[in-house]
Each structure stands twice: as structure tokens, then as C-alpha cells.
């Protein structure tokens, strides 16, 4: 099982800028599909953004544009910028990691708050 170190969740002003990074642990971090997903209260968990061991990357369409994901497999982290944030993207993120085979592992989760 994974186990993750996530920071960089915070308070920022709509129009700004955030950078999430999600450390893993484990030996085969560069197999793994990784994830950020959120969840806003009152709302199902959704995924946000997703990059594949290949380095192919998807994005939930309220993010395209303006969310990035990137990996670092020497470094075993995944990281989120986040810019042009808006008040709808508050939510709590969760780093997510899904092996070829076997049961993803999940983040604490970073709280996320957009507001003037």
C-alpha cells in the first residue's frame, strides 16, 4: 500500500494561484496512475485531474485550462497547479494512487478555500 505526504492547501483569493504536491512512498511509484480528486461539502467526491504512468494526463472539463498535473517519479511526487482559482473549486483534495493491479491507496486529503 502507498502512503502519501500531501501539502500545499491553503486560503487564496479568487484569480489566484495554488500548488498542491502529493509525496508517495513505495519502490514502484513510476507504475502507478495518480490522481487528485475533491470533494466540496455537501458534494461527491469527483476526480479533478489524473496522470497515467505514461504521462498521459486527463482533467474533469471544470478544470481544463487552468489545472496542470505533473509527476516526478525520481522523486516519487505528484504536484497540482492550481491557477485561476474560483470559489467553486473549494473543496478538500485527495491524492490518489491506482497499481496495475491491487487496491488504490488515498491521501488525508489538503483543504482547499477560495474566497475574497
Known amino acids: 500500500q502507498v502512503h502519501f505526504v500531501e501539502s500545499g492547501g491553503g486560503l487564496v483569493q479568487p484569480g489566484g494561484s495554488l500548488r498542491l504536491s502529493c509525496a508517495a512512498s513505495?519502490?514502484?511509484?513510476?507504475?502507478?496512475?495518480m490522481s487528485w480528486y475533491r470533494q466540496a461539502p455537501g458534494k461527491q467526491r469527483e476526480l479533478a485531474a489524473l496522470i497515467t504512468s505514461t504521462g498521459s494526463t486527463k482533467y474533469a472539463d471544470s478544470v481544463k485550462g487552468r489545472f496542470t498535473i505533473s509527476r516526478d517519479n525520481a522523486k516519487k511526487t505528484i504536484n497540482l497547479q492550481m491557477n485561476s482559482l474560483k470559489p467553486e473549486d473549494t473543496a478538500v483534495y485527495y491524492c490518489?494512487?491506482?497499481?496495475?493491479?491491487?487496491?488504490?491507496?488515498w491521501g488525508q486529503g489538503t483543504q482547499v478555500t477560495v474566497s475574497s
Open positions: 490518489k494512487a491506482t497499481p496495475l493491479v491491487g487496491t488504490a491507496s
Open positions: 513505495g519502490s514502484e511509484f513510476s507504475l502507478l496512475a
